[in-house]
């Protein structure tokens, strides 16, 4: 799988994807995207615009609450904020590559983990087996009352 840093050029497709996947990612516009990549640890896009991930080391200080679980309790991890595969994509092993990516850049970094939150209510079953095959470990569960959302928080150990 051939995977390219995300460019400017991709901005326009990564937002029309996210849209697309609004309810497991949450919502993502230009002003947030361009904000995120001024402070992004790694950001991939697969070949043929079949998947792209953002990920931010502790240092980010995004204002998501599910970053802020994970800074509050450690300071050595790579947040995957978004991981997305277009549909006609899926089980090609897009994720897998995009997942192995940031986990390689992450261990150069000197990281001892990645970690990574799934929504559980509403629920995204795909998503869960995914990172259950990929070795990640239950870390933890919260409510986000202003989303209306239950997220399962996920740890995978760099060894």
């Known amino acids: 799988?051939?995977?390219r840093p995300l460019g400017p050029e991709d901005h326009d497709w990564v937002l029309a994807l996210n849209a697309?996947?609004?309810v497991e990612t949450g919502p993502l516009d230009r002003a947030a995207l361009e904000a995120g990549l001024a402070r992004v640890f790694h950001a991939a896009v697969a070949e043929s615009r079949s998947g792209f991930l953002l990920a931010y080391g502790p240092g980010a200080r995004l204002a998501s609450?599910?970053?802020r679980w994970f800074a509050d309790r450690m300071n050595d991890?790579?947040?995957v904020d978004r991981v997305i595969v277009d549909a006609a994509s899926r089980g090609?092993?897009?994720a897998r590559a995009l997942y192995k990516d940031v986990a390689d850049a992450a261990?150069?970094?000197g990281y001892r983990a990645v970690v990574a939150e799934?929504?559980?209510e509403p629920p995204n079953p795909g998503s869960l087996a995914f990172h259950d095959r990929e070795g990640f470990a239950t870390v933890?569960?919260?409510?986000?009352?202003d989303r209306g959302k239950r997220v399962r928080y996920l740890r995978l150990d760099l060894g």
Request: hydrophobic share 55%; proline share 4%; net charge positive.
């Open 1 to 3: 799988m051939i995977l």
């Open 20 to 22: 697309a996947h609004e």
């Open 65 to 67: 609450p599910n970053f």
């Open 77 to 79: 991890f790579v947040y």
């Open 92 to 94: 090609r092993g897009v």
């Open 107 to 109: 261990r150069r970094a």
């Open 118 to 120: 799934v929504n559980i």
């Open 140 to 145: 933890g569960e919260a409510f986000l009352a």
